[in-house]
């Protein structure tokens, strides 16, 4: 049996293409053993746990522990869209980070916390993996932005 949600990505192309997500429960199965069913349709059909997918369809499913990671990355992937500048990156002083900030470069880091002692600013960065560390600079230090985020610390 599958029960599931869909909704609608729009390809490279531009076309519409309707996604149906869902649990396909087997005999057997419960818990961490269920798989995550995602169904690609160029028809809207609703989800099923047939074995096949029908002409045109594509099917995946994965275990619900690997779609937990593919719904964090697409929630990174929207926030990441949301929050992108327009304008490109912006470079700003150290004593001007805010939580959130993001800053430029191969591998992006965001803005955990910041705090200003004298002449020095105290940047707590958080790495895509989670890892987080402290970095002390000179107040008027330029850091280039990938996404600033509006409003004030």
């Not at 989800?47 to 719904?71: D, F, Y």
């Not at 980070?97 to 803005?111: A, N, Q, S």
Request: charge should be negative; include cysteine.
């Amino acid at each position: 049996m599958m029960a599931g949600s869909g909704f609608t990505f729009t390809d490279a192309d531009g076309h519409d293409v309707p996604v149906a997500v869902g649990i396909a429960v087997a005999p057997g199965e419960a818990g961490a053993d269920a798989r995550v069913s995602v169904t690609l349709s160029p028809t809207t059909p609703a989800p099923s746990s047939a074995p096949s997918p029908p002409t045109g369809e594509v099917r995946w499913s994965c275990t619900p522990a690997a779609a937990r990671e593919v719904a964090a990355a697409l929630v990174r992937a929207a926030e990441e869209a949301e929050n992108a500048s327009a304008e490109g990156p912006v470079t700003v002083r150290a004593d001007e980070l805010r939580r959130g900030d993001v800053r430029d470069g191969e591998r992006p880091m965001t803005v955990d916390g910041a705090r200003t002692d004298g002449s020095t600013a105290h940047i707590t960065w958080k790495s895509v993996e989670g890892r987080t560390w402290t970095q002390s600079y000179d107040v008027n230090t330029a850091i280039t932005l990938r996404r600033r985020l509006p409003g004030t610390r």
